[in-house]
């Protein structure tokens, strides 16, 4: 359903109450939602009257009631449904229909479009790829992803660990191991964690070796140009590889920053103006700390050297800075609450006008998720797990068209079927992961969405037939294909629930629904045999619904297969 009717609406609403009030259309256009209609023989859009009331201050919702109605607008009630009140417009069966095929899986008018910055996946170098990861990498893909689709200016942004005194242990391991650099460029995220894990195994048996790694940082601090270029030049290698496991997974960033942008040299302004405002007092221990509620947060240790939080205001302030924000989300996972809670409290005590502007999305932990070879410990590991899993099903389904031998339809599934196990949840719940029911065939899975897709895609060569250019709707009465339409109509308003909420399990509930419904219309709404009027009507409405499950789908992170 499009702007154009909401705003019609809205417009009829505010002229109903006779300048009595100061709200816009586009105040209504969000709240206008289409209704639960029983019979297939009415479509209703309804209005909630407390919030007209509540939060828009409509004191005289009774005059909106008075409204005649016109060609779109057939009948207006006021209906009450438990504890709540709407105003439910009637609206032209045929209008309706029409509005929805042209417009439904289109991107929706934004008048007002916001600068939003994510922050999301954010690994360290030289430590696991964990499940934390993971799931932001997957949710925040998804935010990127929905504010893209709403006409929203998005960067998405990746904040890579990769500064203190794990470089020096780095180092250390690479020196020991006597692995070059073109060792490393082969293989840099496994070998740079290996060679972190046996200097830290080094350090335990002999704590000169710790003092070594606190030396060689040292050096890369103090300008050393031997550290500094191998130090560069395991960045790089680094990204580049993520780079391949993130297209994988069908992900891109706009932006790379690196922990070490925000070294102490780079923040003296800012550690000048928080003892200037009296934010960070120093303790007897020498440390400087803020009084967030009644803790006190180290921000400068005692020998000098600043901690993560202390470059994530940096960070904030120089994000501001360059990209003007609306709207900054930092997808990072539960137990870092205190951090970001922190971290905004001191950008409100700096006065900061923009500090409101800032979100943590919390998620859960993933519990249980392992492959073969033991605990996943990197990303591509899990990926091939997933590919391998898929390609076992493909050899074993009868069914199976999509070319087997290079494992790319399997590489997607796969994924898909990782994406929609995390995404068709609450996000701040904890939940087990098992490698049988995410992968399953049957149920709400990836794969119920890409099959979906792989039919519907896969049913004007089967059929012969081209889809209408043009929507006729009064050849689209039968009672699955009124209802497949109302559900493709609600599809706008769960982008804006889900974006209001930032939760994915909506818009995920949502298209398994679609797939039902979609599902009925085939048992139905015959192509083959039927004139060619209304065979092409009917390819039609399931190239809009193929349409508008494409466009979910990708909004999720899933990349929509034609065949599988």
């Known amino acids: 359903m499009s702007s154009k009717l909401k705003l019609y609406l809205g417009r009829k609403v505010i002229d109903s109450l006779h300048k009595t009030t100061r709200i816009s259309p586009l105040e209504l256009q969000h709240l206008i939602q289409i209704g639960n209609t029983n019979g297939n023989d009415k479509i209703e859009l309804s209005l909630p009257v407390n919030i007209l009331e509540a939060q828009l ?3 005289n919702v009774t005059e909106i009631l008075k409204i005649e109605p016109d060609d779109i607008i057939k009948n207006i009630q006021l ?11 009637e609206i032209d069966r045929y209008i309706f ?12 008018l934004n008048f007002k479009p916001r600068n939003v910055l994510v922050e999301y996946s954010s690994p360290n170098i030289a430590k696991p ?8 990498t997957i949710i925040g893909n998804f935010i990127g992803n929905l504010n893209d689709f709403l006409r929203n200016k998005v960067t998405k942004l990746n904040y890579l660990g990769n500064w203190g005194t794990q470089y020096g242990f780095i180092k250390l391991g690479v020196n020991d191991l006597k692995y070059s650099l073109q060792d490393i460029e082969k293989n840099p995220l496994q070998l740079l964690y290996q060679c972190y894990v046996h200097a830290n195994k080094l350090a335990e048996n002999n704590p000169r070796y710790t003092e070594e790694a606190k030396k060689i940082f040292a050096e890369l601090e103090g300008g050393s140009e031997e550290e500094i270029n191998d130090w560069q030049q395991f960045m790089e290698f680094s990204k580049l590889d993520l780079i391949k496991t993130y297209k994988r997974l069908g992900i891109t960033f706009d932006v790379y920053n690196f922990e070490s942008d925000y070294k102490a040299q780079q923040i003296k302004d800012v550690l000048t103006v928080l003892r200037k405002k009296n934010i960070i007092h120093k303790d007897k221990d020498g440390k400087e700390t803020a009084l967030i509620g009644d803790r006190n947060v180290t921000v400068v240790k005692s020998d000098g050297t600043t901690l993560y939080l202390t470059r994530d205001i940096a960070a904030a302030l120089d994000r501001f800075k360059k990209y003007n924000f609306d709207k900054m989300y930092y997808v990072v996972d539960s137990s870092q609450s205190d951090h970001f809670h922190a971290l905004k409290n001191i950008l409100y005590k700096m006065d900061l006008p923009w500090a409101n502007r800032i979100t943590h999305v919390k998620f859960g932990r993933i519990l249980g998720m392992s492959t073969r070879k033991g605990s996943a410990i990197f990303l591509k590991d899990i990926l091939d797990e997933c590919r391998d899993r898929m390609i076992k099903k493909q050899i074993e389904s009868p069914t199976t068209k999509a070319p087997i031998e ?29 490698w049988d ?27 012969g037939m081209v889809p209408a250019k043009e929507c006729i709707p009064e050849i689209l009465l039968e009672p ?26 909506i818009l995920v509930n949502y298209l398994f629904q679609l797939c039902n419904q979609i599902n009925k219309a085939f048992k139905t709404l015959q192509v083959k045999g039927q004139s060619v009027e209304i065979a092409s009507q009917r390819l039609l409405l399931f190239k809009t619904a193929r349409e508008v499950l494409g466009n979910g789908m990708t909004i999720l992170g899933l990349r929509p297969l034609k065949k599988m």
């Open 57 to 59: 201050g409509v004191t």
């Open 79 to 89: 209906v009450r449904d438990r504890a709540n009140r709407k105003i439910a417009f």
């Open 97 to 108: 229909v029409k509005d929805v095929m042209e417009n439904c899986s289109l991107p929706d």
């Open 129 to 136: 790829f964990h499940f934390g990861h993971l799931r932001s």
């Open 406 to 434: 290079n494992g790319h339809a399997a590489d997607i599934l796969g994924v898909s079927c990782i994406i929609i196990n995390d995404l068709k949840r609450r996000r701040q719940k904890d939940y087990e992961f098992v």
């Open 437 to 463: 029911q995410a992968l399953q065939a049957q149920g709400d899975t990836g794969i119920k969405l890409q099959y979906a897709h792989c039919r519907l895609y896969n049913l004007e060569d089967n059929t």
């Open 480 to 505: 699955e294909a009124v209802a497949l339409t109302k559900q493709l109509a609600k599809f706008h308003d769960i982008l804006y629930n889900a974006n209001e909420q930032l939760e994915a399990y």
